[in-house]
């Protein structure tokens, strides 16, 4: 199965993103539930990711960088730089805030991808967490290197935490043809975030999801030059999500409950060290 969706633009804070999930044909790859490929944009010290302070429930944001650096902070007190190649992960639970915005420094390119995996019942009403991990596993296949940012590939594991059975992988791809091991009770997807990717005949390039299906043991992809794509895959997430701005949920009350404690400042999202304005979370239409 090869199945193409159009990512669709979007702008977040001052970034372009490429929002390839949730799409109304395909709402999640495992428990993966929301992509957006940002950038790339040319960051200045005054100018990059400036997304000011906003409220998560029942998700994890991965935020991977393929070129550049940001500056995370949270209402835990964390307060991360990343740069390309490393996992920041942020676990929800029943609340958290944070912020991403420019390190003051940085000037150049800024690019990657933030996604989010759907927390499963028994950890989503739980207390929020945040990992960083500056360096990542490495699987060298032929005309390909794989970072495992989480989960398994080819036998090597992320030290990331994972509340499902789900992986992440970035697929550096020098050129030529290469076969990446997959889980085959695993359904799978590719992002493309540079350069072209041949699958199955079909060539997929930035601004797409390509959904691959479940039953597959290995991917055969090739490409014409440096290429790098993300390959998101996970048991099918079989608990009904109910997902409103930045609130991963069951129901339509839950999302309420949390969008009114947010505007309330009540207490339950805590408080995040930013400099950035707030972000009041929009009415409910
Ligand atoms: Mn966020």
Same mark, same amino acid.
């Given at each position: 199965?090869?199945?193409?969706?159009?990512?669709?633009?979007?702008?977040?804070?001052?970034?372009?993103?490429?929002?390839?999930?949730?799409?109304?044909?395909?709402?999640?790859?495992?428990?993966?539930?929301?992509?957006?490929?940002?950038?790339?944009?040319?960051?200045?010290?005054?100018?990059?990711?400036?997304?000011?302070?906003?409220?998560?429930?029942?998700?994890?944001?991965?935020?991977?960088?393929?070129?550049?650096?940001?500056?995370?902070?949270?209402?835990?007190?964390?307060?991360?730089?990343?740069?390309?190649?490393?996992?920041?992960?942020?676990?929800?639970?029943?609340?958290?805030?944070?912020?991403?915005?420019?390190?003051?420094?940085?000037?150049?390119?800024?690019?990657?991808?933030?996604?989010?995996?759907?927390?499963?019942?028994?950890?989503?009403?739980?207390?929020?967490?945040?990992?960083?991990?500056?360096?990542?596993?490495?699987?060298?296949?032929?005309?390909?290197?794989?970072?495992?940012?989480?989960?398994?590939?080819?036998?090597? &594991?992320?030290?990331?935490?994972?509340?499902?059975?789900?992986?992440?992988?970035?697929?550096?791809?020098?050129?030529?043809?290469?076969?990446?091991?997959?889980?085959?009770?695993?359904?799978?997807?590719?992002?493309?975030?540079?350069?072209?990717?041949?699958?199955?005949?079909?060539?997929?390039?930035?601004?797409?999801?390509?959904?691959?299906?479940?039953?597959?043991?290995?991917?055969?992809?090739? &490409?014409?030059?440096?290429?790098?794509?993300?390959?998101?895959?996970?048991?099918?997430?079989?608990?009904?999500?109910?997902?409103?701005?930045?609130?991963?949920?069951?129901? &339509?009350?839950?999302?309420?409950?949390?969008?009114?404690?947010?505007?309330?400042?009540?207490?339950?999202?805590?408080?995040?060290?930013?400099?950035?304005?707030?972000?009041?979370?929009?009415?409910?239409?």
């Amino acid at each position: 199965m090869l199945e193409i969706t159009d990512s669709h633009r979007a702008q977040v804070g001052a970034m372009q993103v490429r929002r390839a999930l949730p799409r109304r044909a395909r709402r999640t790859v495992g428990a993966w539930c929301f992509a957006d490929h940002m950038g790339p944009m040319t960051a200045t010290p005054d100018v990059g990711a400036d997304i000011g302070p906003h409220p998560h429930t029942g998700l994890q944001t991965v935020t991977w960088l393929t070129a550049g650096e940001l500056l995370h902070r949270d209402s835990l007190g964390s307060e991360q730089p990343i740069r390309a190649g490393q996992l920041n992960l942020m676990t929800a639970g029943h609340g958290v805030s944070h912020a991403e915005q420019s390190t003051g420094s940085y000037e150049g390119t800024l690019a990657g991808i933030q996604l989010w995996v759907a927390q499963p019942e028994g950890t989503r009403h739980g207390p929020p967490a945040f990992e960083h991990h500056a360096e990542l596993p490495r699987v060298d296949l032929a005309n390909a290197v794989a970072t495992v940012i989480v989960g398994e590939l080819g036998g090597t &594991s992320s030290p990331a935490r994972r509340d499902t059975d789900h992986v992440g992988a970035e697929l550096a791809l020098p050129g030529g043809a290469t076969t990446i091991p997959l889980q085959p009770h695993h359904e799978h997807a590719l992002v493309v975030l540079e350069g072209a990717v041949d699958v199955d005949g079909t060539t997929v390039t930035p601004g797409h999801l390509a959904y691959l299906g479940t039953d597959r043991d290995e991917l055969g992809l090739r &490409s014409d030059g440096p290429s790098t794509a993300i390959l998101l895959g996970g048991t099918p997430f079989d608990e009904q999500l109910f997902m409103w701005w930045n609130f991963v949920a069951r129901t &339509s009350d839950e999302v309420d409950a949390a969008r009114t404690a947010w505007n309330d400042d009540d207490g339950r999202f805590g408080t995040v060290d930013s400099p950035l304005a707030r972000i009041a979370a929009p009415p409910r239409l």
